[in-house]
């Protein structure tokens, strides 16, 4: 279907297109529009262009439509906002806040106690090795110089909060570390001594071998 308007010839009567000037087939000049052939055909053309914008702009207004309605949901729906105004929301009256004030009085702060460590008394101190206490007091370190031993104490009452303070009595047969460790430097014996609180332990130490 042609949607370009036809022309026929006044000279051999065939037909060419309207933007012609000229008949190509017989060289004949175009009077004024000529004669339009096939008008019926040209009427379907136009017919159906004017269907295809009438279409064109119902869908238009279609999508108008349905872009338009979630805001007008909004608007219907006013319950989704909060109504500051509403008359049904009732406050507490001064009386019942001003009860409230009263009755949340601060508690009064707590005397602070002296923690278990500053009330505990120390009675005994007795010193230990490999977890249990030395028998009478009394070992020997056989490896000569150089060999150490891990000394460590509990209290009685039993604590763990306190510090000890560690010496030898001489240290040509050993020294002790701030934390116990005793470590023979000559033959010998001489007196280890572990002070906690001001209460003390001793313990000999004998050195034999090279």
């Not at 037909?15 to 060289?27: H, K, N, T």
């Not at 052939?37 to 279409?55: H, M, P, S």
């Not at 238009?60 to 949901?73: C, D, H, K, R």
């Not at 104490?153 to 763990?160: A, D, L, V």
Request: glycine share 8%; hydrophobic share 35%.
């Amino acid at each position: 279907m042609a949607v370009i308007s036809e022309v026929k010839c006044g000279r051999c009567d065939r037909r060419y297109s309207g933007f012609r000037s000229r008949c190509p087939y017989c060289g004949a000049r175009r009077n004024k529009r000529g004669k339009h052939a096939d008008e019926g055909e040209n009427a379907k053309a136009k017919l159906i262009i004017g269907v295809l914008l009438l279409i064109l702009l119902i869908g238009a207004t279609m999508v108008l439509i349905l872009t338009s309605l979630p805001e007008n949901n909004d608007a219907a729906n006013p319950s989704d906002s909060a109504d500051v105004s509403n008359p049904d929301i009732s406050l507490p009256d001064e009386g019942n806040v001003s009860t409230i004030i009263d009755s949340a009085e601060p508690s009064a702060p707590e005397t602070p106690t002296p923690s278990e460590s500053e009330a505990v008394e120390i009675a005994e101190v007795i010193i230990t090795a490999f977890g249990g206490p030395i028998k009478d007091n009394d070992f020997t370190l056989i490896g000569g110089v150089g060999d150490s031993i891990q000394l460590s104490f509990k209290t009685i009452p039993e604590t763990t909060d306190k510090t000890a303070v560690w010496a030898s009595s001489d240290e040509n047969v050993f020294m002790v570390t701030s934390d116990g460790k005793v470590t023979a430097t000559g033959r010998g014996s001489a007196t280890v001594t572990v002070t906690v609180d001001g209460v003390e332990s001793k313990c000999i130490v004998r050195v034999k071998g090279a």
